[in-house]
Structures are given as structure tokens and as C-alpha cells.
């Protein structure tokens, strides 16, 4: 690390309250007399081996100030607190280091610099990798795995159309998530189905089992027998979307990053209920998650006065997500699997018809994080 300059000079405000220190280079930082008491880096307050803190933010007096300030000869800044009379010293590099003046209070909704949006236009630029290829190169997978948590959404060519490929697709960078639909699920149109999803309907946009807690990370589905005709699968980006909203109408953005949806399941042997936003925001306004299934959405309970503003954020936002410009349409071949981040990227199928061959796909689920553990060890 850069050595930092050395603290040039040192001045307290009236109140004792805020500190602002100059280096020699001409840069200047201000730092409250709480934070440094918070922060003493001296023996006393942090063990000299572990460098754990030694005491509890309830022993620290109320109305912390300082009483004096001063620039040390070896470049420093030497602290006397007025309210405890505790005295210490910070190096210039740690106080450079650890600057908090200069932070700003980010727009609520902001995403990840390592994300990129989409539309339908990345239908012209797929996120293609090759199975064989991504199989037997770590480079290969590097890149397949890269563009899965750029995007939210990859897609796969040549797996053998097996039953089973799609957990071993899962396992080239994780676990496979087990639920009560089993290991693997096989989505194809079935009698008295437990799940829409088993059935030659069109799915609309949505994400997985938001009825659960967590959600599974990552959604794959994998072509064994591809639709005589329809059938055809598409993405929309839920970080898109909300953004989209967040722009159109910040109120209904809040109302739904605010207020929770209940979504739920229910089959002779499972009943999961989930209560949570459609738009997941980190308190430092990231945003982290989209919730959105229009079959396993059941009564939200709110508020009565919040109720008529939740619906017409809800439907902005289903117009939204509906939106042709948004969906990347394309259609699986036998061997094509393609993955989602289940929490970012909803997914759907137009109906298809059974006479002209049965439709098969065979899904699993697995976690975000063991796919993030294998792209840092690549
Ligand atoms: O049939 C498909 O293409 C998708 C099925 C689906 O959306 C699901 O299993 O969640």
C-alpha cells in the first residue's frame, strides 16, 4: 500500500464535536470525536495479538468530544478526549485509509457495477457456452460462469440430452438444491398436475418458489425432447424492470421494495409460505432481489390504507415485466439448457401443444453462492 502523507495540521471545532485534519499533500478529512473514540486503534482498546476490541459501545461516556488535537513527529494525529481524558494516537495511513467524509448516501435502487441490464435486444448477443468446452477448460468455464453473474442468464448448447445432465451441469460449480419437487424435476404436461407449471400452459414471467425462505439462487432447465410446436422460452431481466419503475414512478418502486407480497404452495405433502417484497433492497438501497409468480402470489395482508397504492404499484410493475421490450425470447433444442439468477432474472414459456410430441425439460435448483466460490477460486 501507497505510504500516506504525513498530517500537516490540526484543528477541533467549537463544540469538540469534529476534528479535521490536513495532510501534505494538501488533502484534508473530518472525522466526528465518537468515531475516533469508537475507533482507537491503541492497546488499551484493542488487543495488541488480535486486534479485537476490548471495550462495549454502552462504556463509552455520552457526549463524547475532544479536548485536543495535534500532529505527532512521526506524521500522526495525537487525541486527548475531554470526556474520558482517554488519550491515543492514529498514523496518517489508518486515518487515510479509513476517510468517511467523502461517502455518499447512494439512490435507492442502485445495482452492482459488476451487473449489466438487458433487454430484448440480447437476443442478437446470447450469453452461448459450449458444454464440452466448458466441461474440459477452466478458462471456458471462467467465462461461462462470468457472464452468468454479469447477466443474471447463460445458456448452454450441446449437453447431452439425457435425464440427469442438468445436475451435472449444476455440479461443474456447486451443489444441487433438493426440494419437495426432488433432485431433478421433470416439467412436462401431466394429469392433474401439482404445479401450472406441469402442464402445456403458458407460463408468464416469474421467478421460483418465492414461497420459500430462501429462495433457490439459481433455476436450470435443461431440453430432453423439444415442443412439436410452441413452447418457446423467454428471460426478463427483474433488475431491469425495477428500474424501469423506480424511474417511472419512485412511489410505487418504494411501495413495493416497502411492503411485503405473501406468496404460498400447497400439495398433498408440502405447504411453504413466504412473506417478503417484491423488490429486495439492501439498507444501503442496493437492490439485491426480485420476488415476482402470479400462480403462487395469495392475499396480501397490508395495511388498509396502503392497499390501493400496493395494487398500483403490483400492476405498473406487471405491465412492466410484461412488456415485449423487456423479454428475450429463443426456443430450446434437445441438448440446450439454459440458468437463471432465480433471484434477479424471471423466466417463462409460451403453451404449447402435446400432439405434435411431448415437451420435456428436465429443471434443478441450486445456490448462488457456491457458483460465486467457484468463479473467485477460477
Ligand atoms: O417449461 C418451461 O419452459 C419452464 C418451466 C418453468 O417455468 C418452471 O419449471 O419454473
Given at each position: 500500500?501507497?505510504?500516506a502523507?504525513?498530517?500537516?495540521?490540526?484543528?477541533?471545532?467549537?463544540?469538540g464535536?469534529?476534528?479535521s485534519?490536513?495532510?501534505?499533500?494538501?488533502?484534508s478529512?473530518?472525522?466526528?470525536?465518537?468515531?475516533?473514540r469508537?475507533?482507537?486503534?491503541?492497546?488499551?482498546?484493542?488487543?495488541?495479538?488480535?486486534g479485537?476490541?476490548l471495550?462495549?459501545?454502552?462504556?463509552?461516556?455520552?457526549?463524547?468530544?475532544?479536548?485536543?488535537?495535534?500532529?505527532?513527529?512521526e506524521?500522526?494525529?495525537?487525541?486527548?478526549?475531554?470526556?474520558?481524558?482517554?488519550?491515543?494516537?492514529f498514523?496518517?495511513?489508518?486515518?487515510?485509509?479509513?476517510?468517511?467524509?467523502?461517502?455518499?448516501?447512494?439512490?435507492?435502487?442502485?445495482?452492482?457495477?459488476?451487473?449489466?441490464?438487458?433487454?430484448a435486444?440480447?437476443?442478437?448477443?446470447?450469453?452461448?457456452?459450449?458444454f464440452?468446452?466448458?466441461?474440459s477448460?477452466p478458462?471456458a468455464r471462467?467465462?461461462?460462469?462470468?457472464?452468468?453473474?454479469?447477466?443474471?442468464?447463460s445458456?448452454?448448447t450441446?449437453?447431452?440430452a439425457?435425464?440427469?445432465?442438468?445436475?451435472?451441469?449444476?455440479?461443474?460449480f456447486?451443489f444441487?438444491?433438493t426440494?419437495?419437487y426432488?433432485e431433478?424435476?421433470?416439467?412436462?404436461s401431466?394429469?392433474?398436475?401439482?404445479?401450472?407449471?406441469?402442464t402445456?400452459?403458458?407460463?408468464?414471467?416469474?421467478?421460483?418458489?418465492?414461497?420459500?425462505?430462501?429462495?433457490?439462487g439459481?433455476?436450470?432447465?435443461h431440453?430432453?425432447?423439444a415442443?412439436?410446436?410452441?413452447?418457446?422460452?423467454?428471460?426478463v431481466?427483474?433488475f431491469?424492470?425495477?428500474?424501469?419503475?423506480n424511474?417511472?414512478?419512485?412511489?410505487?418502486?418504494?411501495?413495493?421494495?416497502?411492503?411485503?407480497?405473501?406468496?404460498?404452495?400447497?400439495?398433498a405433502?408440502?405447504?411453504?409460505?413466504?412473506?417478503?417484497?417484491?423488490?429486495?433492497?439492501e439498507?444501503?438501497?442496493?437492490?439485491?432481489?426480485?420476488?415476482?409468480?402470479?400462480?403462487?402470489?395469495?392475499a396480501?395482508?397490508?395495511?388498509?390504507?396502503?392497499t390501493p397504492g400496493?395494487?398500483?404499484?403490483?400492476?405498473?410493475?406487471?405491465?412492466?415485466?410484461n412488456?415485449?421490450?423487456l423479454?428475450?425470447?429463443f426456443?430450446?433444442?434437445p441438448?440446450?439448457?439454459?440458468v437463471?439468477?432465480?433471484?434477479?432474472?424471471?423466466h417463462?414459456r409460451?403453451a404449447?401443444?402435446i400432439?405434435?410430441?411431448?415437451?420435456?425439460?428436465?429443471g434443478?435448483?441450486?445456490?448462488?453462492?457456491?457458483?460465486?466460490?467457484?468463479?473467485?477460486l477460477?
Amino acid at each position: 500500500m501507497k505510504k500516506a502523507p504525513a498530517i500537516s495540521d490540526a484543528a477541533i471545532d467549537s463544540d469538540g464535536d469534529v476534528v479535521s485534519v490536513t495532510f501534505a499533500d494538501g488533502a484534508s478529512a473530518r472525522f466526528h470525536a465518537e468515531w475516533l473514540r469508537d475507533n482507537c486503534q491503541d492497546e488499551t482498546s484493542r488487543d495488541p495479538v488480535n486486534g479485537q476490541r476490548l471495550f462495549q459501545m454502552a462504556d463509552l461516556p455520552d457526549n463524547i468530544t475532544v479536548q485536543t488535537a495535534t500532529p505527532t513527529a512521526e506524521g500522526g494525529l495525537r487525541v486527548l478526549f475531554a470526556t474520558d481524558e482517554h488519550e491515543t494516537s492514529f498514523s496518517a495511513q489508518w486515518l487515510r485509509a479509513n476517510q468517511y467524509d467523502r461517502m455518499r448516501r447512494l439512490p435507492s435502487g442502485w445495482i452492482d457495477p459488476s451487473r449489466s441490464t438487458f433487454d430484448a435486444s440480447l437476443a442478437d448477443a446470447m450469453p452461448t457456452h459450449d458444454f464440452a468446452t466448458v466441461t474440459s477448460s477452466p478458462d471456458a468455464r471462467k467465462s461461462w460462469l462470468s457472464d452468468q453473474v454479469r447477466l443474471g442468464f447463460s445458456l448452454l448448447t450441446n449437453c447431452p440430452a439425457k435425464p440427469g445432465t442438468v445436475a451435472e451441469v449444476a455440479r461443474l460449480f456447486g451443489f444441487v438444491r433438493t426440494t419437495n419437487y426432488g433432485e431433478v424435476f421433470d416439467v412436462r404436461s401431466e394429469a392433474d398436475p401439482i404445479n401450472l407449471a406441469y402442464t402445456s400452459d403458458a407460463l408468464s414471467a416469474h421467478t421460483d418458489n418465492p414461497y420459500r425462505n430462501p429462495v433457490p439462487g439459481l433455476q436450470l432447465l435443461h431440453c430432453l425432447e423439444a415442443a412439436g410446436s410452441g413452447g418457446e422460452s423467454f428471460v426478463v431481466d427483474g433488475f431491469k424492470a425495477a428500474t424501469k419503475l423506480n424511474e417511472d414512478s419512485p412511489r410505487h418502486f418504494a411501495m413495493l421494495s416497502e411492503w411485503p407480497m405473501r406468496f404460498e404452495f400447497r400439495s398433498a405433502d408440502t405447504w411453504l409460505v413466504n412473506e417478503a417484497p417484491m423488490i429486495g433492497l439492501e439498507t444501503s438501497g442496493e437492490l439485491t432481489s426480485i420476488r415476482f409468480n402470479n400462480r403462487s402470489a395469495t392475499a396480501p395482508r397490508l395495511p388498509f390504507d396502503a392497499t390501493p397504492g400496493y395494487y398500483a404499484a403490483y400492476r405498473a410493475f406487471a405491465k412492466i415485466i410484461n412488456s415485449p421490450e423487456l423479454a428475450v425470447s429463443f426456443k430450446l433444442s434437445p441438448g440446450d439448457l439454459f440458468v437463471v439468477d432465480n433471484t434477479r432474472v424471471l423466466h417463462g414459456r409460451q403453451a404449447f401443444s402435446i400432439e405434435k410430441g411431448a415437451r420435456h425439460i428436465q429443471g434443478c435448483y441450486a445456490d448462488l453462492d457456491g457458483l460465486h466460490s467457484t468463479l473467485r477460486l477460477l
